[in-house]
């Protein structure tokens, strides 16, 4: 008994590291990988489980995702971590299904920093025709001389009062 119960610990322990040594550095090696790791890690069908370790992965310990929206009818802004994220959002993204898809992307970058002016389109299913949301994401990153990290990610749904500009849609 002593020793299945050696065993089974060491099996956990085993399967705990291995897990904790899943090798993101990939997703993270320029400016275009870590935003589509972005925008694919929070996207997925109703049911689907989401990666909330790569997700943390992309941004530093300190970040901030900083959603504007409206509270008793004024406009404000709320500051969360990636853990407050994941407790907020988490569940109503894999309940609803969500899938959040880049239109349109500006960027300037200057060294060792970048911001990232990204469109989005949101959806239900990536079978839906037409969008249930649209707006844009302000994503601010650095590159420490190994990776880029998002710093701040900073957004604003489109609304009937604030729809998107021309400029920040695709050309038709």
């Known amino acids: 008994m002593k020793t299945k119960t050696t065993l089974l610990l ?42 909330w370790d790569l997700f943390k992965h992309l ?3 300190d970040a901030k995702l900083i959603p504007i929206g ?6 404000t802004v709320r500051y969360m971590s990636t853990e407050d ?13 969500f899938h959040e898809i880049e239109i349109k992307r500006e960027t300037q970058t200057f060294g060792d920093f970048a ?5 989005y389109e949101s959806y239900k299913s990536k079978d839906d025709d ?16 190994t990776r880029w990290w998002i710093i701040n ?3 604003k749904q489109e609304s009937k009062e604030i729809p998107i500009p021309e400029a920040y849609l695709p050309k038709q």
């Open 153 to 155: 990610l900073y957004w």
């Open 130 to 145: 037409t969008p249930f949301m649209r707006g844009i994401n302000s994503i601010q990153l650095f590159n420490d001389g």
């Open 10 to 51: 060491f099996l956990i322990t085993v399967s705990i590291s291995a897990q904790e040594k899943i090798d993101y550095s990939s997703k993270v090696t320029t400016i275009d990988s870590t935003i589509a790791t972005l925008y694919s890690v929070i996207s997925g069908n109703k049911g689907e489980a989401r990666n």
């Open 59 to 61: 941004f530093r310990e």
């Open 115 to 119: 911001h990232v002016f990204s469109t």
């Open 70 to 75: 409206k509270k008793d009818k004024k406009i």
């Open 85 to 97: 994220y994941i407790k907020t959002s988490g569940q109503w993204l894999v309940e609803n299904g």
